[in-house]
């Protein structure tokens, strides 16, 4: 079974940096291609970016390309999201999605697990 633990969200005002991790844990890191999302109040879950499993493939949101970088460490079974110059807009729950085999990378149905998210909050 797969387990997603997602960890580093907190509060942070308007410009700074903040890096989230995701631990992916019961199967092996490297049979799975992983993703960041993210939902805000009111709104849908929405893709963020997305690295296949072993790291060759990268793809991001377009408005979110040149602040967040994704990246994952296939040793440590860790995805990380580097993100800068945070806005009030980035303020949302995060989430990271893990499958065998993502058809549609930027489907959310395209990821059979999930972790529990993990919340990020910009003050300006």
């Known amino acids: 079974q797969v387990q997603l633990v997602e960890s580093g969200g907190r509060w942070v005002q308007a410009g700074d940096s903040l890096r989230l991790a995701c631990v992916l844990s019961g199967r092996i890191f490297t049979d799975y291609d992983m993703a960041w999302f993210r939902q805000a109040p009111g709104q849908e879950r929405i893709f963020i970016a997305a690295?296949?499993?072993?790291?060759?493939?990268?793809d991001y949101a377009d408005s979110l390309k040149g602040r967040f970088t994704i990246s994952r460490d296939n040793a440590e079974n860790t995805m990380s999201l580097q993100m800068n110059s945070l806005e009030p807009e980035d303020t949302a729950l995060y989430y990271c999605a893990a499958d065998r085999n993502a058809w549609d990378r930027r489907k959310l149905r395209s990821y059979d697990y999930w972790g529990q998210g993990t919340q990020v909050t910009v003050s300006s």
């Open positions: 690295i296949s499993r072993g790291g060759g493939i990268i």
